[in-house]
């Protein structure tokens, strides 16, 4: 570094920093500081399939609303632009974890969202709870996390004990209407099919129903037609699937071309998908799953959202979780518009108020959704209709299941 | 007809695609001693090639047989002279042979996952294709597991003539037997070698086309096929056809019944313990006579 600068030089540079300078301190008057949203999610992997239904198109459309309408209000401050950081946890739920360690050490974003999926969402709470993150959660179902108590974690969705307690209802009820009674359960050996066989098997059992066949299948399992084989010489009335997507599609697939099928057939996560319907065509027909939501629900918004989802995404939301996505963030965001960015705060004002979404009225009590309850759904007629609780019913259950096509 | 005949069948028809996979395996470890763990890799790239012909060009997954196959034959042909040819020439013993390929092939295995984790990501890759209900000897299959049998069963077949029927299979078999007798005949043993890999990796190619019409494809199947095919080879013996073809069958129906009785958790699980129980109770393969145990046999 001997030489000397020039005096050519020194003007040179001189005039490109003060360009530099200019462009900011513009762009800072046009607009407020953004607001910075961060999440890890599965772009990639087994759990991609749900998280690019139910969540990532959420996440989008509330931005680019948010951002039509001049921004996100923050107490206090006036509406400040969305923008998201936003990274891609492979499926794999060691870099979840790091990632949201990032995302709150270095990343320091104001606000997260959560990934997808029972199980990193169950990974990842540690963590946010930790760095005093509030995070509701669409997609996670777990009874075990109620036990830790995590402050800054709401599951928003109704969780296994629910959904399970409207499954048995529904299936009593078909009982007495058909005489349905032997039961086959598969269930996916993931946190998600874990939890929910728990809940489900014992209220079976004491309703006196007949376990005919109880297997589990390992995550990303590519055949289960000789299992469904077995359930079919079992005599098999109701096949449950504890399901993830990927095998969702794969029982339904392989009942199918096996040639049976089951008077009822319930399968859990992926069956309120659209493309579960426009995949299987006339064969999603009378199949039941976990839910459930359409925009035929009597509450403020509901049709609104999905016309938006459609017009924006050019595409249905899915018809169980994705509302409750949507939900999530219409909370965060009236919390933040009430009590600003101050996560503490924002976790208080979540935590004593009942707020009124696209999936109806909403309020936690220890970190979990208490006002929604379990319900299930069944395609019918290319709509996925919330057949159970009665209450909550927009259809009458359709069965047994049409034979397939 | 019984489920456990059933579900026996539905096993046997597996297996007739595990024999494949392990007949292109044992072409090469057989014949050179080159043990590929890549196998799995190049059956992967067939079933992406089949994947995009049929899902961006809209063909008949039966028709991507015939890239899949010659495609993979090529890129056999340049691992082998860009990894392999240079090793069988300076390797002094077979085990030095042995082992130094399977650190290559190894190193192969992760470049080819990469590589197709690159191009295609983790995502869960198929398309459907005669998944409806077929009636044969009063079960049910998917009718789709049944043509992918039928045409593994045919290759095997025609790989068996070929070996047993023709001038140029007669040689490969002798110079499995004796490379230097088959030397002395005037074998042109390099260009067999090369032709041999490329061989073996058309076969896996071709299995990863029929696999990706019974399942969903990502870049991480290979290794699973791979010890599969590795399991069939040490059942039936090294450079067997007939033997590889027997064994895919038996692993076939074993897996189906095991799952059966146990659960689709076990897979593996049972298909290590049927390695381990061969290995304890017959090291030279089910089907070798005393006359075809390793150390009777010349050197490669």
């Not at chain 2, 197709?116 to 009063?138: E, H, K, N, S, T």
Request: hydrophobic share 50%.
């Amino acid at each position: 570094m001997s030489r000397k600068t020039t005096r050519r030089e020194f003007v040179k540079g001189m005039a490109a920093a003060a360009a530099a300078a200019a462009v900011p301190v513009r762009l800072a008057r046009a607009q407020a500081r953004p607001v910075r949203i961060g999440f890890a999610i599965s772009e990639t992997g087994a759990y991609s399939v749900g998280a690019g239904i139910t969540q990532i198109p959420n996440y989008i459309l509330w931005r680019d609303q948010v951002n039509a309408r001049g921004g996100l209000l923050v107490a206090g401050e006036g509406r400040r632009p969305v923008e998201f950081v936003r990274y891609d946890d492979r499926s794999e739920i060691e870099t979840g974890i790091r990632l949201y360690e990032r995302l709150a050490t270095v990343d320091r974003v104001d606000l997260i969202l959560p990934p997808w999926g029972t199980a990193m969402n169950f990974a990842v709470a540690p963590v946010v709870s930790e760095h005093e993150y509030p995070m509701i959660a669409p997609t996670l179902s777990s009874m075990q996390l109620q036990d830790f108590r995590l402050p800054y974690v709401y599951a928003i969705l109704a969780q296994p004990d629910a959904q399970m307690r409207a499954l048995a209802g529904l299936l009593e009820y078909v009982r007495e209407q058909n005489g349905y009674n032997r039961v086959a359960v598969l269930h996916v050996a993931d946190l998600f099919g874990v939890e929910h066989y728990n809940e489900l098997v014992p209220r079976l059992q004491s309703a006196g129903f007949e376990i005919v066949l109880d297997r589990s299948y390992p995550l990303g399992v590519s055949d289960l037609s000789d299992v469904l084989r077995g359930a079919r010489s079992s005599g098999a009335d109701i096949v449950i699937g504890l399901s993830y997507p990927p095998d969702t599609n794969l029982i339904v697939n392989q009942l199918s071309s096996i040639g049976f099928n089951p008077p009822v057939l319930y399968t859990a996560v992926g069956t309120a998908f659209p493309a579960f319907r426009d995949n299987f065509g006339a064969n999603s027909e009378g199949v039941m799953g976990v839910g459930a939501w359409n925009p035929k629900v009597p509450y403020p918004g509901a049709r609104e959202y999905f016309e938006a989802h459609v017009s924006h995404l050019d595409r249905e939301p899915d018809r169980w979780a994705s509302a409750s996505a949507y939900a999530s963030l219409q909370i965060l965001e009236q919390a933040v518009a009430e009590v600003g960015l101050d996560r503490r705060r924002i976790k208080e004002y979540i935590d004593s108020n009942e707020f009124q979404t696209v999936i109806g009225p909403v309020r936690f009590v220890d970190g979990v959704n208490v006002v929604t309850p379990g319900m299930v759904g069944q395609w019918q007629n290319g709509e996925f209709e919330v057949i159970w609780p009665r209450e909550h019913a927009t259809a009458e259950p359709l069965v047994p299941k049409p034979a397939w096509r | 007809m019984s489920l456990l005949l059933e579900v026996a069948m539905s096993g046997l028809l597996l297996g007739g695609v595990y024999a494949l996979i392990a007949v292109g395996l044992n072409l090469q470890y057989g014949l050179m001693r080159i043990l590929n763990v890549a196998h799995g890799e190049f059956l992967m790239i067939g079933g992406y090639v089949t994947y995009l012909l049929v899902s961006l060009r809209g063909w008949n997954p039966l028709l991507t047989l015939l890239v899949s196959g010659p495609l993979l034959f090529a890129v056999g042909l340049a691992v082998h002279g860009l990894l392999f040819r240079h090793l069988v020439r300076l390797r002094r013993t077979r085990e030095e042979l042995e082992a130094n390929s399977l650190l290559i092939s190894f190193g192969l295995m992760f470049i080819l996952q990469n590589v197709a984790l690159i191009l295609w990501q983790a995502d869960m890759r198929g398309y459907r294709y005669l998944d409806q209900p077929l009636q044969v000897f009063g079960a049910v299959f998917p009718a789709n597991r049944v043509v992918a049998f039928a045409i593994a069963l045919g290759f095997t077949i025609l790989l068996f003539a070929f070996l047993h029927g023709t001038l140029a299979g007669t040689s490969l078999r002798g110079l499995m037997q004796d490379v230097v007798g088959a030397r002395l005949v005037g074998l042109p043993v390099r260009r067999m070698h090369a032709a041999c890999f490329g061989l073996g990796a058309a076969l896996a190619g071709v299995s990863g086309s029929l696999l990706s019409m019974l399942y969903p494809l990502t870049p991480d199947i290979g290794v699973s096929y791979t010890v599969t095919a590795l399991i069939v080879i040490i059942l039936g013996g090294l450079g067997s056809v007939a033997g590889s073809f027997a064994g895919g069958l038996l692993l076939g129906v074993v897996e189906a019944l095991g799952v059966h009785f146990t659960d689709p958790a076990f897979r593996m699980v049972l298909k290590y313990g049927v390695l381990a129980l061969v290995l304890v109770l017959r090291p030279y393969g089910l089907f070798n006579t005393v006359a075809r145990r390793p150390e009777q046999m010349q050197k490669a």
